[in-house]
């Protein structure tokens, strides 16, 4: 380490003497010894570990040594005594030498212990300030670094040279590198905001790699796909489409007439859509013969003649078993493999396979595709009610029927076939409740055997094929029904050997016997499994009291049911369910296998270490990571969670009062109720404990109020996702929340470099907390005025995460929390927390009326960002003119001539670097500007006396002149079949549509969403389809498909689609145009008008 340390200070004494330095090269050296100090520090903190593991073993083995010799004693003083008794006489000297002997050893291994534990202590102290020095070399080297690429810029800077710094992240550690691109991006790198911004000469964009809390806040995530069905966005796929879903033999010409499929003018006498056409038995396929695409379903009418001709069978058939032998056959719309637009097909089901034709007259040639249906085959209802995906071993159908009648006739008939069930599925209760047991159970009923994935959801026992099917087989309903444990009640052994479990003398066996029905009997594995099988389905058919089942603690919050709960009870007062000093040797309630039974006891010692160790500021963090450790385990294993409450409660029932121990574990129990309830009767227990303790003259009480206000809360918007954050924790421990029905507080900023604290607990949602915002700074609703709440990204990048309704608040935070930790461990705990910022996320003309004063001092702000970011197309003269608006309304005081001059300059750099856009201050000289500041301030000191209410209505007034004030920028890539021909472009989603903008910010294409049939996720890419006509071939259309590459949190611009189609309300029956516009024609739009329509503002003021 001294070498390295030594050649590392030798490397920097070279580079500050020399004239001439390659400061590139010296950073990677640099860089590469942190690299290297770093993994010394790693390979330190294991040998430490490794020291301490085995200093602990040696501790470990000299306690069982010193055990071992003090039962010797005993045995020793035993023998001595018994022969004292028998011959007092006879070896007493011995006895006592042999005594004193086995004391020196247990002295001796006492001694060796202590020296020992000192030696361990001296490691760690030592292995500590190793660490601390070498984090603080690598700090001071980083610091060095950054003050030389600072230093190298500036000079650079003032030289007009390029500055060829190429930033690159490893995969476990930042580093720089150089070889990985070419020197055709000129970078401008800031250590103090740790991210890439493009200069005015670049020509492609920096995609912002996705950090570690997109992962976390849309965990899972991936793009879903829509289509525009009676307009609006209906999600067929939640997860992007591959190439060859809905493919077919007719696709391969799909791509060869993609751009010349027209439907011209002469046609129109006999059009797809026409019931003569229909009449004749002419294909809707056959009349556009060049172009398959089918008109969405909805621009039919069903009550005309032209109805499917499955509506005709319908009324004269039904599919009963006998009769799914009969072909059944009728129009659906089929998603393309290539291009994934709907085409109208004619598909007939027989022999237990379904083929499509082009039309019924095209039934005699060879099919245009076959599906083959068998036992893997499924159905999965799409989001809107006329789309299904018949999901088959090789592909995924998308499928769309005329109407819902359609659609349910054909599911009912596919699920005959696939005998999922006989008639219609079964009904699924609409809670919200989760599953209070479930698991793989062999289920038996008339002789037959089958392996089932099997839940019981509040009183109602479903069993599945797969564990991830959403719709049952058949459901028992447990209310009333009788439960029993029997002795093997299979038909057979060799049908229970056809189940594949593989054990016949070892299962259990349980019956439950519904009223009105036959008994169903249930395989069960093991006996944890069967014990706990057997005791939620005794407690959900309410036999619980009938026959002793569950644990003795389970069994006496059974018989307080019976008796209501009644106070003076003397179950209350039960030895099972009060304190005890003793700790547990079994679990609370029955847990299904031997694994969950050692974890509750894990649980317990984790509950006792929080419990009896007291909050104090150097445990704080002790604290904090036993709660978090011990939540997440039960939210992990939700079997856990009514363990959790029953070792609560019980360590807080008949406790020694006025004791910190009995605080601490009411404090635990608030931070629990706030994440998860328990299920059945021990909700009704909880709610039964609190009310016994609810008292606001005492701190028990009190902390027994807040948790019962929590409990009704987590009923209300449903239990959390992640472990409680160290904010939660140490606002429980530290600020007694009972005084607070908002224990919790956190600082929303807004782009006015203002920020307002607001309250919550630990169930408020987005949608809540934005609630009480609005209503604090005086703002309308967010669906009113198009704000949302954003988070900042734990990596430092550039990025931030819209917040959805529905998401807590403090799931926000803790997964924030735990994304900052696992990327710098140890290095910002407890320093930093998550930036709340509410600002615009779209933008509606109609929001315009009614807009309240903050809102527009607001969005005049967040426009004003857009423009120093280079997002806004100003011209210079124009971005001097609002930079000076925006100075006065940020100052309310312009720089005069009686100011002084030093004073006087500062405040107009301050408006320069606040207001004026980077790109145009870039190449600026000295003389250049000092020549800008005084043209700031001459246009300045022309809006003297001017509000600042003037000066944000004038600032809106002239950024709405743009067409595309409000839309939303996405930096894009087209790839092909993409028929734009930029290199780099803007996607630009507004109120009229998506707009293709060249990086100047033209506009090069403007598609309407009548236009759009379909878009989302195509691989890794954005995929959107849309329908042109053409502007000089007279009704002409066809098909596009545009493909995108894009950075990682592409999964705003479909949902930004989808929010609008159903917002403006687009018909899609409407007339789909393309509009175009010419890049002259657009920036003297942009950039003319806007300066005159500012000119005349600047007059009046």
């Known amino acids: ?12 004494g070279s580079v500050g003497g020399a004239g001439s330095v390659d400061w590139q090269k010296h950073c990677v050296a640099l860089e590469m010894q942190l690299l290297r100090f770093r993994l010394q520090a790693g390979k330190i903190r294991e040998l430490l570990a490794e020291k301490m593991q085995e200093l602990e073993q040696r501790v470990t083995e000299s306690d069982q040594r010193a055990e071992s010799a003090e039962k010797r004693v005993q045995v020793m003083e035993e023998k ?5 008794m028998l011959q007092p006489s006879e070896s007493e000297n011995s006895l006592y030498r042999r005594y004193q002997e086995l004391t020196n050893q247990v002295q001796e291994k006492d001694a060796v212990i202590k020296r020992l534990e000192v030696q361990l202590e001296k490691q760690i102290l030592v292995r500590a300030q190793e660490a601390k020095i070498i984090e603080e070399k690598a700090a001071n080297i980083k610091d060095w670094v950054t003050f030389k690429l600072r230093e190298v810029s500036s000079n650079t800077a003032g030289r007009r040279k390029p500055c060829f710094f190429l930033i690159g992240c490893d995969e476990t550690i930042g580093l720089t590198r150089s070889k990985t691109h070419s020197y055709n991006y000129h970078l401008a790198f800031s250590l103090d905001h740790t991210h890439l911004v493009l200069s005015a000469g670049s020509s492609l964009p920096q995609y912002p790699s996705t950090g570690p809390f997109t992962h976390l806040i849309y965990k899972n995530i991936s793009v879903p796909v829509y289509t525009t069905l009676k307009g609006k966005a209906t999600q067929i796929s939640s997860v992007p489409l591959h190439d060859d879903d809905s493919g077919s033999e007719d696709d391969s010409g799909s791509l060869a007439s993609l751009r010349t499929s027209t439907l011209g003018p002469d046609r129109k006498g006999s059009t797809p859509g026409s019931p003569r056409a229909v009449k004749r038995g002419v294909s809707m396929s056959s009349i556009s013969s060049e172009s398959d695409y089918a008109i969405p379903p909805d621009a039919y009418s069903l009550d005309s003649d032209y109805s499917e001709p499955e509506h005709k069978v319908q009324r004269t058939s039904s599919y009963s078993c006998e009769s799914l032998r009969e072909p059944k056959s009728g129009y659906l719309l089929k998603m393309g493999s290539q291009v994934k637009a709907w085409k109208r097909r004619w598909f007939i089901l027989r022999n237990g396979e379904i083929l499509y034709y082009k039309s019924p007259s095209d039934v005699i040639r060879k099919p245009q595709g076959q599906m083959e249906l068998n036992s893997s085959c499924r159905i999965v209802r799409g989001e809107g009610a006329q789309t299904f995906q018949l999901i088959t071993e090789k592909k995924t159908f998308y499928l769309t029927a005329d109407s819902p009648n359609i659609l349910e006739e054909w599911i009912r008939v596919l699920q005959n076939i696939l005998k999922v069930q006989a008639s219609s599925p079964v009904p699924m ?5 989760k599953p209070t047991v479930r698991g793989w159970l062999t289920k038996v009923k008339h002789g037959h055997s089958k392996l089932m994935w099997c839940s019981l959801v509040s009183k109602v026992f479903y069993y599945y094929r797969n564990q991830d099917d959403k719709l049952p087989l058949g459901q028992l309903r447990m209310r009333e029904a009788a439960v029993e444990e029997v002795d093997r009640s299979c038909d057979s052994d060799e049908d229970y050997e056809a189940s594949g479990r593989g054990f016949l003398s070892s299962h259990c066996t349980l019956v439950v016997h519904p009223r009105e029905q036959s008994p169903t009997y249930l395989l069960i594995g093991t006996k944890q ?29 059974g018989n307080l049911l019976d008796v209501e709960g009644d106070p003076d009870s003397a179950l209350w007062r039960s030895e099972s369910l009060c304190f005890c000093k003793d700790g547990l040797r079994s679990p609370l309630t029955t847990l299904p296998s031997e694994a969950l039974q050692t974890e509750a006891l894990k649980l317990f010692k984790s509950c006792q270490l929080f419990i009896n160790v007291l909050v104090e500021s150097p445990s704080i963090d002790y604290h904090t990571s036993l709660a978090q450790n011990a939540l997440q385990v039960c939210l992990t294993h939700s079997e856990l969670q009514n363990e959790m409450y029953c070792q609560l409660i019980k ?4 406790r020694t009062p006025h004791n910190y121990s009995l605080t601490q574990c009411w404090q635990l ?9 328990p299920q059945q009767h021990f909700l009704w227990y909880l709610r039964q404990y609190l009310q016994r303790h609810a008292d606001p003259r005492s701190e028990v009480g009190k902390y027994a109020v807040y948790c019962q206000r929590s409990v009704e809360r987590t009923l209300q918007n449903g239990e959390r996702e992640a472990k409680p954050s160290r904010m939660e924790i140490l606002s429980i421990l530290l600020r007694n929340p009972y005084h607070h029905s908002l224990p919790f507080s956190i600082p929303v900023h807004f782009m006015n470099n203002t920020y307002q604290v607001v309250g919550f607990d630990g169930s408020t949602t987005v949608d809540e907390f934005l609630s009480t915002l609005t209503q604090r700074v005086g703002m309308r609703k967010p669906h009113l005025s198009g704000f949302a709440l954003f988070t900042d990204d734990p990596s430092g990048k550039d990025l931030e995460h819209c917040l959805q309704p529905s998401v807590k608040i403090c799931d926000v935070i803790s997964k924030w929390e735990q994304a900052l930790k696992e990327l710098h461990p140890g290095k910002y705990e407890g320093t930093r927390i998550v930036r709340l910022t509410y600002k615009s996320r779209l933008c509606f003309r109609a929001q315009a009326k009614g807009e309240m004063d903050r809102e527009r001092l607001l969005l005049a702000y967040q426009v004003n960002d857009e423009v120093h970011q280079g997002h806004f197309p100003v011209n210079k003269e124009l971005a001097l003119e609002v930079a000076a608006l925006m100075a006065q309304v940020a100052q309310q005081i312009s720089p005069s001539c009686n100011s002084p001059q030093p004073k006087t300059q500062q405040i107009l750099v301050q408006a320069l670097e606040r207001f004026y856009p980077k790109r145009y201050k870039q190449d600026c000289s000295m003389d250049q500007f000092r020549d800008l500041s005084e043209r700031l301030a001459t246009k300045w000191s022309v809006l003297r006396g001017c509000s600042a209410s003037e000066c944000v209505r004038i600032y809106l007034t002239v950024a709405r002149k743009w067409p595309l004030f409000g839309a939303k920028l996405f930096s894009a890539k087209p790839i092909p079949p993409s028929s734009v021909e930029q290199s780099q472009v803007w996607l630009a989603v507004n109120e009229d549509g998506l707009c293709v903008l060249d990086y100047t910010m033209h506009l090069l294409v403007m598609y309407s969403y009548q236009s759009v049939i379909t878009f989302g996720g195509c691989r890794d890419d954005l995929m959107v389809v849309v329908s042109q006509t053409k502007e000089q071939g007279g009704g002409k259309k066809s098909v596009e498909k545009l493909v995108f590459a894009m950075a990682k ?5 479909p949902t930004l689609i989808r929010l609008l189609i159903v917002a403006c309300g687009m018909s899609h029956s409407s007339s789909m145009a393309v509009t175009r516009c010419r890049s002259r024609a657009f920036q003297s739009c942009s950039m003319g008008d806007i300066s005159g329509e500012y000119a005349g503002y600047g007059r009046i003021s």
């Open 429 to 433: 209760e609409t809670t919200a409740a």
């Open 651 to 654: 360590q807080t029932n008949r």
């Open 1049 to 1053: 949190p592409k999964v705003k611009i």
């Open 529 to 557: 499994e069967k014990d706990t099988w057997l005791y939620h389905l005794a407690v959900a058919a309410g036999s619980s009291a009938s026959f002793k089942v569950g644990t003795e603690y389970e069994q006496l919050v």
């Open 80 to 84: 001595l005594k018994s022969a004292n």
């Open 669 to 677: 129990l608030s931070v629990c109720v706030a994440l998860f309830l």
């Open 1 to 12: 380490m001294a070498d390295v340390l030594e050649s590392g200070g030798a490397g920097a």
